[in-house]
């Protein structure tokens, strides 16, 4: 657990970095792709998976 809080944390700064620095390129999203699967192994993974769904089914019912 320890492991994957400190993958998260330094590859959440490089993703950081390199959004803020030049845009996202090929390397950087794979480093966001790592951050995602590292992300995806914590506890707060759940929470998030919750709010996707709810942001989904929130777009989903808006009417045009």
Request: charged letters at 10%; aromatic letters at 8%.
């Amino acid at each position: 657990m320890i492991l994957s809080i400190s993958g998260v944390v330094l590859l959440g700064i490089v993703v950081c970095i390199f959004l803020r620095k030049d845009g996202l390129k090929p390397v950087h999203a794979i480093i966001a792709v790592l951050f995602g699967f590292y992300l995806a192994s914590t506890a707060i993974a759940p929470s998030i998976k919750a709010g996707g769904e709810s942001l989904a089914s929130l777009l989903g019912g808006i009417k045009f």
